[in-house]
């Protein structure tokens, strides 16, 4: 049961993530604000991530992890990259 929990929020802080990246290029005067909200949000996911991982290490909660890792790394980057 703790598994299928774990899947759920690691889906739901992806789909954050990608609504967030889809959002930053859809609306450019939202970007820095959308940008540092999804960043905020990567923080406290990676830490609820790490945690669900130690608990569980199922390929799902691991695939879903790596990807919130890279969706927050893509953010990072253009947010450096469109406001130095």
Do not use: C, Y
């Amino acid at each position: 049961m703790i598994q299928i929990q774990a899947n759920i929020a690691e889906g739901m802080i992806a789909s954050v993530l990608i609504a967030s990246l889809t959002l930053s290029f859809v609306r450019w005067a939202w970007i820095r604000w959308v940008g540092l909200a999804a960043l905020g949000f990567v923080r406290v996911g990676a830490l609820v991530g790490l945690f669900t991982l130690s608990i569980f290490a199922t390929p799902v909660v691991i695939a879903l992890n790596l990807l919130t890792k890279i969706i927050g790394a893509i953010l990072d980057l253009d947010l450096r990259i469109r406001h130095g």
